[in-house]
């Protein structure tokens, strides 16, 4: 059996030092790492050197630009022919011990499902009455469904990119992921919940952002997409993207063709969750 991770690292040195540590701490023998770099500089330089030849990483790539994300995740799941396990995880998140051998366990056991992934929000976070009616049983295993997981800590079978190929022009993860629920893949995250800190979550023990000074230093992408003004508004915007999360419908219809387009530019200008739920 082969697991592949990719980490995609840009301009976070701090980070990165602890994320690639706890991902080279927690990959299984059976699992082969690969770095690659968008360019971030001499500091994340210096991190990663001191990675090299670690027995859980394969290769580093030092890219001369910033390729983001889509490019190199292709990629990588081309160049992976010899795996039967496809994985991400990024450079500002921190995996739980034993996430890859839950979730490639309920992988072998489960023949549908697609990718299953780890959950990045707290328990306050969690409203089981809202949650509960996504949380199913496969056997001795429990998913709560969704047409998509994060791009981070999340595990999928080789052979729904055989079945699906790469990420399109302009299509994101999120996405792809639906393509795969099309299919009639099962994706989700795998219940209870195998949590992976979140570095930008101030909540975290080990995050980066602890003041209004960090929010403007470190703004995640998210942030900067729904015009979030401080840190407040960051963590107010990260609860209710847990909500959306548990509430969202796990059939691929409700997010597939034109009204599904349109309802999320409607949902970005008027920053409400107008997604259908279950």
Not at 28 to 36: A, D
Not at 41 to 55: I, S, T
Not at 59 to 68: E, K, V
Not at 139 to 165: P, Q, T
Request: aromatic share 12%.
């Amino acid at each position: 059996m082969m697991l592949r991770v990719l980490m995609l690292t840009y301009c976070r040195p701090g980070y990165t030092k602890l994320s690639l540590g706890r991902l080279c701490d927690t990959v299984p023998e059976y699992g082969r790492i690969t770095v690659w770099d968008n360019n971030s500089g001499p500091a994340m330089r210096k991190v990663l050197q001191d990675f090299e030849g670690h027995p859980r990483i394969e290769t580093i790539i030092y890219n001369s630009s910033n390729q983001r994300l889509r490019k190199p995740t292709n990629q990588f799941w081309y160049e992976s022919s010899d795996a039967d396990f496809l994985s991400k995880v990024d450079d500002d998140c921190l995996v739980s011990p034993g996430w890859c051998e839950t979730l490639i366990q309920a992988h072998n056991d489960i023949p549908e499902a697609g990718i299953l992934g780890c959950w990045r929000f707290f328990d306050e976070d969690f409203d089981f009455a809202l949650a509960s009616r996504k949380i199913q049983a496969f056997g001795n295993h429990r998913i709560m469904r969704n047409c998509w997981v994060e791009g981070s800590g999340y595990i999928a079978k080789r052979k729904v990119f055989d079945h699906l190929g790469g990420m399109h022009r302009k299509e994101s993860f999120t996405q792809w992921c639906i393509r795969a629920a099309a299919r009639g893949y099962v994706n989700g995250w795998y219940y209870p919940f195998l949590f992976q800190e979140h570095l930008d979550d101030p909540r975290g023990p080990h995050s980066g952002m602890r003041s209004e000074e960090d929010f403007r230093r470190l703004r995640p992408l998210s942030a900067s997409t729904f015009k979030l003004k401080n840190l407040n508004e960051w963590v107010s915007w990260l609860q209710r993207d847990a909500r959306h999360l548990q509430r969202s419908s796990f059939n691929p219809k409700d997010h597939l063709g034109w009204r599904a387009r349109a309802r999320r530019k409607l949902s970005r200008l008027l920053r409400r969750d107008l997604t259908p739920g279950v």
